[in-house]
């Protein structure tokens, strides 16, 4: 036998040793080509000049959150854009602080509202910046909005504005509020999967996509009252700032026919005719006026300007080199799960380390739990709840600052609090409980695959290849129905009121934060600032810093978190999904992070089902 390769062997190798150095190539190119864009980065000047006479262009963009989603440093990098991000978050206390500052700031006059890609907020949180604009503008300041076309959201916002200018092909588009979801009674029939369902609550529908194909008549009714209590909220306020009626915000499809007929079906001339925007102009026009309101850029191209990250890297706060006496500020945001959960969202084990890392630091002198969520696990919420009550026992006060929402579980760890301040948009209550589980038995059956066996006792054989036996059925209904005894006793008890009192009111109803306020579930109107004044109060201290209590990076965390900052300017943008891939993909993640919370080791959930509309 020829000890010479084969020809075919001789091939092969050949062509994986070709492939083999494209491979090293292009991995030596990405790894010193990264490397070089890290050296010139930390290497150039970072210095960010804030021009006298200027304009602050708030460019926001994605989500409004209290907390940051947690995302990989090198993951994060990769999908940074030098344009705005429509999948980024924006934390709302840096938004608030930038125009703060910018108030006090005599080299800002003008605050340019840009928000073509900003994707939701929610209007509690939309207040907050409005009510910072409207502090800006008392201090003979000017704020304008400039957009392709307003969405309801954007145009909340931008009705702030001392002016609205729209791009003269342009639209706003105003609808109201709605509240759909999709349901499953069907297809999982069709599956012949057995969905077993306990609950609590004449308007506790959480469960209702996997028993039924439609809302029932308490939903609706109690969906109906609270959407009204929001929107009329939105009218109000957007009448005020623009001299409106609010019959003439939303207009019915008839009326906005004639009215569109009116302006040959111009939309921006309508948009202008309603008294929705002040103007309508090109962006050419739009940069002329800026450049005659506050001067000309350097480079001649626009008007004198910086971006809202720019001018929060010019002017955010130097850590204070000794520590004072503080009022602690801990976030609670997301779907309450069990175990350690990274930011944005809430764990049972993670968020209740924060509280206690708070009672073990002699300067937090108390504590502001700050809100943002529509409930989940039972037993979560519970560790967390004991937490607070062991900051109250330590001597440290407890006020709840609710954002957007705080229902169901996200009511339970704030029902033991000193004080509770909700805002008037604030979705809250949900008080009830329900629990939910499926078994595959007849889905099995179906191919042929049955499950028998002997057990020593009935609860020795729950699995969920088989169905479910009636006496256990029975049992876990008991445990849904003591855990919503428990809940509302501890309203009673920490609201001051009755059982009776507090079952009329629950029932897994979900109220806004003025009925919340009437009904005693909350104690007073207000924001983060109004907690944290009420906590220093309670605490008895006068001068104080606030801290945020987070979980600390790494020194290596730390390091590549900067590094990578600085070199994102530096890579080329991120490439984006079309809108109509986004909304698919969108829905259906949607659905998988709904059946993914309920991770009670009870089964047993408070969760608000209204939160997401």
Same mark, same amino acid.
């Given at each position: 036998?020829?000890?010479?390769?084969? %020809?075919?062997?001789?091939? @092969?190798?050949?062509?994986?040793?070709?492939?083999?150095? +494209?491979?090293?190539?292009?991995?030596?190119?990405?790894?010193?080509?990264?490397?070089? #864009?890290?050296?010139?980065?930390?290497?150039?000047?970072?210095?960010?000049?804030?021009?006298?006479?200027?304009?602050?262009?708030?460019? %926001?963009?994605?989500?409004?959150?209290?907390?940051?989603? =947690?995302?990989?440093? #090198?993951?994060?990098?990769?999908?940074?854009?030098?344009?705005?991000?429509?999948?980024?978050?924006?934390?709302?206390?840096?938004?608030?602080?930038?125009?703060?500052?910018?108030?006090?700031?005599?080299?800002?006059? /003008?605050?340019?509202?840009?928000?073509?890609?900003?994707?939701?907020?929610?209007?509690?949180?939309?207040?907050?910046?409005?009510?910072?604009?409207?502090?800006?503008?008392?201090?003979?300041?000017?704020?304008?909005?400039?957009?392709?076309?307003?969405?309801? $959201?954007?145009?909340?916002?931008?009705?702030?504005?001392?002016?609205?200018?729209?791009?003269?092909?342009?639209?706003?588009?105003?609808?109201?509020?709605?509240?759909?979801?999709?349901?499953?009674?069907?297809?999982?029939?069709?599956?012949?999967?057995?969905? =077993?369902?306990?609950?609590?609550?004449?308007?506790?529908?959480?469960?209702?996509?996997?028993?039924?194909?439609?809302?029932?008549?308490?939903?609706?009714?109690?969906?109906?009252?609270?959407?009204?209590?929001?929107?009329?909220?939105?009218?109000?306020?957007?009448? *005020?700032?623009?001299? +409106?009626?609010?019959?003439? +915000?939303?207009?019915?499809?008839?009326?906005?026919?004639?009215?569109?007929?009116?302006?040959?079906?111009?939309?921006?001339?309508?948009? %202008?005719?309603?008294?929705?925007?002040?103007?309508?102009?090109?962006?050419?026009? @739009?940069?002329?006026?800026?450049?005659?309101?506050?001067?000309?850029?350097?480079?001649?191209?626009? @008007?004198?300007?910086?971006?809202?990250?720019?001018?929060?890297?010019?002017?955010?706060?130097?850590?204070? !080199?000794?520590?004072?006496?503080?009022?602690?500020?801990?976030?609670?945001?997301?779907?309450?799960? $069990?175990?350690?959960?990274?930011?944005?969202?809430?764990?049972?084990?993670?968020?209740?380390? !924060?509280?206690?890392?708070?009672?073990?630091?002699?300067?937090?002198?108390?504590?502001?739990?700050?809100?943002?969520?529509?409930?989940?696990?039972?037993?979560? *919420?519970?560790?967390?709840?004991?937490?607070?009550?062991?900051?109250?026992?330590?001597?440290?006060?407890?006020?709840?600052?609710?954002?957007?929402?705080?229902?169901?579980?996200?009511?339970?760890?704030?029902?033991?609090?000193?004080?509770?301040?909700?805002?008037?948009?604030?979705? /809250?209550?949900?008080?009830?409980?329900?629990?939910? @589980?499926?078994?595959?038995?007849?889905?099995?059956? $179906?191919?042929? #695959?049955?499950?028998?066996?002997?057990?020593?006792?009935?609860?020795?054989?729950?699995?969920? /290849?088989?169905?479910?036996?009636?006496?256990?059925?029975?049992?876990?209904?008991?445990?849904?129905? =003591?855990?919503? =005894?428990?809940?509302?006793?501890?309203?009673?008890?920490?609201?001051?009121?009755? %059982?009776?009192?507090?079952?009329?009111?629950?029932?897994?109803?979900?109220?806004?934060?003025?009925?919340?306020?009437?009904?005693?579930?909350?104690?007073?109107?207000?924001?983060?600032?109004?907690?944290?004044?009420?906590?220093?109060?309670?605490?008895?201290?006068?001068?104080?810093?606030?801290?945020?209590?987070?979980?600390?990076?790494?020194?290596?965390?730390?390091?590549?978190?900067?590094?990578?900052? *600085?070199?994102?300017?530096?890579?080329?943008?991120?490439?984006?999904?079309?809108?109509?891939?986004?909304?698919?993909?969108?829905?259906?993640?949607?659905?998988?992070?709904?059946?993914?919370?309920?991770?009670?080791? $009870?089964?047993?959930?408070?969760?608000?089902?209204?939160?997401?509309?």
């Amino acid at each position: 036998m020829s000890a010479k390769p084969s %020809l075919i062997k001789r091939i @092969f190798t050949l062509i994986w040793k070709t492939i083999n150095g +494209i491979r090293k190539i292009i991995l030596n190119l990405i790894f010193f080509g990264f490397i070089a #864009i890290i050296v010139v980065a930390l290497s150039a000047d970072d210095e960010i000049v804030v021009p006298e006479q200027s304009a602050l262009v708030l460019n %926001l963009a994605g989500s409004i959150v209290d907390q940051k989603r =947690h995302v990989d440093p #090198i993951e994060a990098v990769f999908k940074q854009s030098k344009t705005d991000d429509p999948n980024g978050e924006i934390l709302l206390s840096n938004i608030v602080y930038v125009i703060d500052s910018a108030t006090q700031d005599p080299r800002i006059n /003008t605050i340019v509202l840009k928000m073509g890609n900003l994707r939701s907020g929610g209007i509690s949180k939309m207040t907050a910046i409005g009510e910072a604009l409207n502090k800006f503008k008392a201090a003979d300041k000017t704020v304008v909005a400039f957009g392709n076309s307003y969405e309801q $959201n954007q145009y909340f916002l931008a009705s702030y504005a001392d002016e609205i200018y729209l791009n003269n092909k342009g639209a706003v588009s105003l609808e109201g509020l709605s509240s759909y979801r999709l349901f499953y009674k069907s297809a999982l029939d069709k599956l012949n999967v057995s969905t =077993h369902v306990f609950r609590v609550g004449t308007f506790k529908s959480a469960v209702e996509p996997y028993i039924r194909d439609d809302m029932s008549a308490p939903a609706k009714e109690a969906s109906s009252a609270l959407l009204n209590d929001i929107w009329q909220n939105y009218e109000s306020i957007v009448a *005020s700032n623009r001299n +409106i009626n609010e019959y003439d +915000i939303v207009l019915n499809p008839q009326r906005y026919l004639t009215e569109l007929d009116k302006v040959s079906g111009d939309s921006a001339q309508l948009a %202008l005719n309603m008294n929705w925007v002040d103007e309508l102009v090109s962006d050419e026009a @739009f940069r002329l006026a800026m450049v005659e309101k506050v001067g000309q850029n350097t480079d001649g191209e626009s @008007f004198k300007q910086i971006t809202f990250s720019e001018y929060y890297s010019a002017v955010q706060p130097v850590p204070s !080199l000794i520590e004072q006496d503080s009022v602690g500020i801990i976030v609670a945001k997301g779907n309450i799960l $069990n175990g350690k959960q990274p930011a944005g969202q809430i764990g049972g084990e993670s968020t209740s380390a !924060l509280l206690k890392k708070a009672r073990f630091d002699d300067k937090v002198k108390a504590v502001v739990l700050r809100v943002d969520s529509p409930g989940g696990s039972a037993f979560a *919420s519970e560790k967390i709840r004991q937490e607070v009550i062991a900051l109250k026992d330590a001597g440290k006060p407890v006020v709840v600052s609710m954002g957007s929402l705080a229902a169901s579980g996200g009511y339970w760890i704030s029902a033991s609090a000193d004080y509770i301040y909700a805002t008037p948009t604030t979705l /809250t209550g949900s008080i009830g409980i329900f629990g939910m @589980f499926a078994t595959f038995e007849n889905v099995l059956a $179906n191919w042929g #695959i049955n499950s028998d066996g002997v057990s020593t006792s009935e609860w020795a054989g729950i699995s969920a /290849t088989r169905a479910l036996d009636p006496n256990v059925s029975a049992v876990v209904q008991r445990h849904i129905e =003591h855990g919503y =005894h428990e809940f509302i006793s501890l309203v009673a008890k920490e609201r001051d009121m009755s %059982l009776e009192q507090v079952d009329r009111i629950a029932q897994g109803r979900v109220w806004s934060g003025t009925r919340a306020t009437e009904l005693g579930l909350v104690d007073e109107l207000g924001d983060i600032d109004s907690a944290v004044a009420k906590a220093a109060e309670l605490a008895e201290i006068e001068k104080f810093d606030t801290k945020l209590i987070e979980r600390e990076l790494t020194t290596e965390e730390i390091f590549v978190q900067k590094m990578l900052a *600085s070199a994102s300017t530096y890579l080329p943008e991120a490439s984006t999904q079309s809108p109509m891939l986004e909304q698919l993909f969108s829905q259906w993640i949607s659905v998988v992070e709904e059946f993914s919370m309920f991770d009670d080791p $009870n089964g047993m959930y408070l969760y608000c089902e209204h939160c997401n509309f």
